[in-house]
């Protein structure tokens, strides 16, 4: 999956930057990110679903109609049946939520419109700890990933960055594994010059 992921993003970042004028991964949207994203984990699943509601999910005593939180990548041997979907003439020929991966992206720009960006420590201390929290608690997911998207000025301070946050969410009892780091250049157009992409492994709590 570690790969994968590498791949597809070393791919798009030779593609941006043929064109005329050249572009750079710093273009994207986040939404765009999870779309690429998907497309290069998906390469060897039957099935890939976006923006799924966590099956598991329980609404707090007194809001019974709080929304469950979504998921951004579900890969799957078949299409992933949803708690709320009738069970119809074709319901075997869909996959249990127990059976899929679970697939938290984590997109971390250090820079982002020619500016430092505000948001980029609190996807380590905040953003990636609620999702692992999330992947790590529903009942129903059996098997996990976060995914990391790192935008860099450099690969030593991407890896420096995942280092930091793997050392504090051990360090709070998560149930997370190693992760699997890799790294491609990008042109430095607004101050990021490296992609560092990671995939860690989720346990239950």
């Known amino acids: 999956m570690a790969d994968r992921l590498h791949a597809g993003l070393a791919y798009l970042i030779t593609c941006v930057s043929a064109e005329d004028p050249p572009a750079s991964l710093d273009d994207l949207s986040d939404g765009q990110f ?10 060897d699943a039957g099935w890939t679903g976006l923006e799924l509601p966590y099956p598991g999910f329980e ?4 809001k019974a109609r709080a929304k469950p939180p979504r998921c951004s990548v579900v890969l799957a041997p078949r299409e992933v049946a949803r708690t709320d979907d009738v069970p119809g ?33 609190a996807q380590f201390t905040d953003r990636a700890m609620r999702m692992v929290a999330q992947l790590a608690t529903d009942e129903r997911i059996m098997h996990a990933r976060l995914a990391w998207v790192v935008l860099a000025s450099s690969e030593d301070r991407g890896r420096t960055d995942l280092a930091s946050w793997e050392r504090l969410a051990v360090a709070e009892g998560l149930p997370i594994g190693a992760p699997v780091i890799r790294s491609a250049p990008m042109p430095d157009v607004q101050g990021n010059a490296a992609c560092i992409t990671a995939i860690v492994p989720v346990q239950r709590f």
């Open 89 to 121: 003439l074709f319901s075997d020929a869909t996959s249990a939520p127990e059976e899929a991966c679970w697939v938290e992206l984590v997109l971390a720009r250090e820079w982002h419109q020619l500016e430092r960006c505000p948001r980029y420590a």
């Open 34 to 43: 999870v779309m690429h994203a998907a497309d290069a984990l998906g390469k």
């Open 59 to 62: 609404a707090p005593s007194g």
